[in-house]
């Protein structure tokens, strides 16, 4: 099956500072390449996607980079917040409509 | 507009027992997700449905473990009988299908089985 390796497992960012976290794959059935976010206690959302047309998205204070060539995709979150502490995770589409997970990066942000 | 909702929040339950979780998904998807998400194995896609028919239950770890859609607004997954290792969360998605569409999640079952 598809592997979705993400890095770092956990991040510790002073307010104000970059967040980055990294994801390889192997295969995508589909070029989409979403994160999702998740506070405790709740579902993941989908905080912001690309498509490879483009090698980087912008929204706010969060940035997808995409390298095709090397299989790889990250998120930036500019200026954190402490708010922005949650788990994140990237995905890859395998067949059909169905997305493999990385296994997420539990961010924190201190004050 | 409501999200997917899913009940119960939180199961307790002793090891052998039958246990359902449900799930309503948003009107108007028509695929619907079942994952378990672990600290072990991450988040892990079980069973997915399309238009209420079981499309891919690669992910169902054993026999135990049964899904069903029996209409668009409706799903439960079963564990029979349950064991400790089930213990996880366990989060039902749903989108319209295409996709590039996200999957709105549910907030999740905690299921601990003694």
């Known amino acids: 099956q598809q592997q979705v390796k993400q890095s770092p497992q956990s991040l510790i960012v002073q307010k104000g500072g970059i967040s980055i976290i990294n994801c390889a794959y192997e295969?995508?059935?589909?070029?989409?390449f979403p994160w999702y976010q998740q506070f405790p206690g709740k579902g993941p959302a989908l905080l912001i996607a690309i498509r490879p047309d483009v090698s980087e998205k912008k929204e706010g204070r969060f940035t997808i980079s995409f390298n095709k060539s090397a299989k790889q995709f990250s998120l930036h979150i500019m200026d954190s917040q402490p708010g922005d502490s949650a788990t994140y995770f990237c995905?890859?589409?395998?067949?059909?409509?169905?997305?493999?997970f990385g296994g997420g990066t539990r961010l924190m942000v201190k004050p | 507009d409501a999200g997917v909702i899913q009940s119960p929040r939180h199961e307790v339950t002793e090891m052998g027992q039958e246990v359902t979780l449900r799930c309503k998904p948003i009107?108007?998807?028509?695929?619907l997700f079942w994952y378990r998400q672990t600290m072990m194995r991450g988040l892990e896609l079980l069973i997915y449905?399309?238009?209420?028919?079981?499309?891919?239950d690669s992910g169902m770890p054993e026999d135990r473990f049964s899904a069903k859609m029996p209409n668009a607004s409706f799903s439960t997954l079963k564990i029979q009988p349950s064991e400790p290792r089930d213990s996880a969360v366990y989060f039902c998605a749903s989108n319209r299908g295409r996709v590039s569409q996200p999957q709105h999640f549910g907030d999740g079952t905690r299921l601990s089985i003694l």
């Open positions: 009107s108007g998807h028509d695929y």
């Open positions: 995905a890859v589409f395998n067949a059909g409509n169905m997305l493999t």
């Open positions: 295969n995508t059935a589909f070029d989409y």
């Open positions: 449905f399309n238009n209420n028919v079981p499309i891919d």
